[in-house]
C-alpha cells in the first residue's frame, strides 16, 4: 500500500529482501523503505540491503561456508568487505549470522556450539571489545568446527 500510494515500484526480489529485513517488523519495513525511496523510485534487493545495512542471506551463508570449509584467509577477506565497503556494523554482522545458522546443513550439536560462540561475541560486542577481533576469533571458532565435521568427530 505505502509503495503504492508513493508510486514506487518493488521488484520481486525488492520484497523478498523488505521481507527479509524487516523480519516481521513493520516499523523497519517502513523505515527500510523510506530510505530506498529517498535513493531510487525503483526499489530492488540491492537498494534495500543498502538502505538497511544489512547482508544479503546468501553472502551470509557464503561467509559461514568460507569458515567451514576451513578457509579462514577467505572468510576474512570477505568480512573485511562486509565491514570496510558495505560498513556494516560488527553488531549487525553477528545477529546475520546468528539467523543463518538455523538454515546450516549441520548437526544440532554443531549448530547448537556455533550459537553459543555466536552469543559469546555479541556480549564482547556490546561491552566494548573490538569488532574485527571478536568476529575474526568468530570465524576462527567457525572453521575449527568445520574441520570437526569433516572429520567426522
Known amino acids: 500500500r505505502i509503495a ?11 520484497m523478498e529482501a523488505l521481507i527479509y529485513i524487516a523480519q516481521g517488523d513493520m516499523r523497519r519495513a517502513v523505515n527500510s523503505l523510506q530510505v ?8 530492488d534487493g540491492d537498494a534495500l540491503y543498502k538502505a538497511a545495512s544489512t547482508m544479503r542471506p546468501e553472502e551470509v551463508r557464503a561467509l559461514i561456508e568460507k569458515a567451514l570449509s576451513g578457509d ?4 576474512r577477506e570477505t568480512l573485511d568487505t562486509l565491514l570496510i565497503e558495505y560498513g556494516l556494523a560488527g553488531e549487525d554482522i553477528v545477529r546475520q549470522l546468528h539467523r543463518a545458522v538455523f538454515d546450516l546443513n549441520l548437526e544440532d550439536e554443531y549448530k ?24 575474526e576469533a568468530l570465524l ?12 567426522g568427530k
Open 4 to 14: 503504492k500510494a508513493e508510486k514506487l515500484k518493488i521488484t520481486d526480489d525488492g
Open 36 to 43: 530506498a525511496a529517498s535513493i531510487t523510485t525503483t526499489i
Open 72 to 75: 579462514f584467509l577467505q572468510a
Open 112 to 135: 547448537v556450539r556455533l550459537v553459543d560462540r555466536i552469543g559469546e561475541a555479541d556480549f564482547r560486542l556490546v561491552e566494548g571489545s573490538n569488532e574485527r577481533i571478536q568476529i
Open 140 to 151: 576462527a571458532h567457525i572453521a575449527e568446527i568445520g574441520q570437526e565435521v569433516k572429520r
